[in-house]
């Protein structure tokens, strides 16, 4: 396995070549500085979307999604297509060509978060797709815990609109996503880091019914914005992988919807592709070995997102303005049981090492909080 240290040490020496540094950093307005000159910019964009879109820099609803639009706008490459002259991966056609993709269903739920970015790119003068991709690497950063996504400036403006069929639905079996990520140049392995991201993920979309609970106490029927993949959506921590170990039991909704599995307690959602990937027998310990080492799930993370907002593009050709991320502060839990499960609840499906063992939160099964 290569160390953490030698891995930054390949992307620093791709970066190098990809952008001759400056001898001295250059200073941009409020007294900020970069490696280069032309990503100063890019501090206005953070000022005007932490402010703006994230709501004071919350790792809240407009974060997700922008992080979701990052996989659905880059993974539309495939290679065939290409020589075809059709797609362009990472090139903000979702946004240019949204009259287009928005017909695909497999975006459903995008269309909000993308007509709320789209006039900070108009107003700054930077491309859709470099838009894309750092307010999904700002949003994230929000999250407690989060992770440190590198940020390469200067994709052309210019894109042409994704074909349907390339972003992988939750329907789809675990061979056939492989087989579309595999296209796009993933290995299977990157399925499951690509995957982290659904830490912080939720749903409204996939099944609109699994929104509408029961409060507890007064018994009234509420709904509610969005059902979380995981008991803490706000911290980029490992609880989607422990969590989604766990036995089925539920159906949050009335009824399991097309894409969706059951549920492990009250409040939480399932997909049915993390169902299938978390226990696929080349997955499984991959997919466990995330709980184990939060250093590791964070780098392999940082490293494929990396790899999806270059597709397309020549890294050699961008400017490296990832020093305009900020770096993320919080702190997320050890990985833990929800309250009321038991390690008996826990579907282990690695078969050359065991799950790790954790303890419950205390009280009995609670409904999870809203998001
Ligand atoms: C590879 C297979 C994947 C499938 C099948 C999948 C599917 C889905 C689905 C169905 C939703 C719920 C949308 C809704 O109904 O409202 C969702 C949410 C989300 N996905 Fe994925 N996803 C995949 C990979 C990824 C990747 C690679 C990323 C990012 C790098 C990502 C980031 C997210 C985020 C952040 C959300 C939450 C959005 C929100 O809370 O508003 N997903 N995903
Ligand atoms: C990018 O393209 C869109 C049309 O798709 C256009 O409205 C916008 O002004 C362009 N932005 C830049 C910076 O050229």
């Known amino acids: 396995m290569l160390s953490k240290a030698f891995l930054y040490l390949i992307i620093l020496a791709v970066s190098v070549t990809a952008a001759i540094p400056p001898t001295k950093r250059a200073t941009c307005s409020g007294g900020r500085t970069t490696a280069n000159k032309a990503c100063c910019v890019w501090f206005d964009v953070l000022d005007d979307i932490q402010e703006n879109l994230f709501s004071g820099g919350d790792c809240g609803d407009e974060a997700r999604e922008s992080l979701r639009l990052i996989f659905h706008d880059a993974i539309a490459w495939s290679p065939a297509l290409i020589a075809l002259g059709q797609g362009g991966g990472a090139d903000g056609s979702i946004m240019a060509h949204t ?49 440190q996504i590198q940020f390469f400036a200067g994709r052309s403006n210019e894109s042409r609109p994704a074909p349907p069929g390339l972003v992988p639905q939750p329907t ?53 914005k969005r059902a979380p993949f995981d008991s803490t959506p706000k911290d980029f921590d490992a609880q989607f992988f422990v969590e989604t170990m766990l036995k089925g039991t539920f159906t949050p909704g009335q009824g399991l919807h097309s894409g969706e599995a ?6 939480e959602f399932r997909l049915q592709s993390d169902a299938r990937i978390s226990r696929d027998g080349l997955l499984a310990c991959e997919w466990q070995d995330m709980i184990m080492d939060r250093g590791n799930m964070l780098q392999k993370f940082e490293l494929t997102v990396l790899q999806l907002s270059l597709l397309g593009f ?11 991320i900020p770096i993320a502060t919080g702190t997320v839990a050890d990985p833990f049981l929800p309250a009321g499960m038991s390690m008996d609840d826990i579907e282990a499906s690695c078969i050359i090492s065991p799950f790790p063992s954790l303890s419950a939160v205390p009280g009995p099964v609670t409904s999870l909080s809203p998001v």
């Open 262 to 267: 059951l549920s492990p307690y009250p409040g």
């Open 314 to 324: 020549d890294q050699s050709m961008l400017t490296d303005c990832s020093d305009v």
């Open 99 to 147: 009259d287009v993709e928005m017909q695909d269903p497999v975006n459903n739920g995008l269309d909000e978060i993308i007509e709320a970015q789209r006039p900070f790119a108009l107003k700054h003068k930077v491309s859709f797709g470099d838009f894309i991709q750092f307010a999904g690497a700002v949003g994230v950063a929000n999250c407690n815990g989060g992770p």
């Open 172 to 224: 789809d079996s675990v061979a056939e996503i492989l087989l579309r990520i595999g296209d796009a140049g993933f290995l299977p392995v990157q399925l499951v880091w690509m995957l982290v991201s659904h830490t912080i993920a939720s749903q409204k979309t996939t099944d609109p019914c699994s929104i509408r609970r029961m409060t507890e106490g007064t018994g009234k029927m509420v709904v509610f």
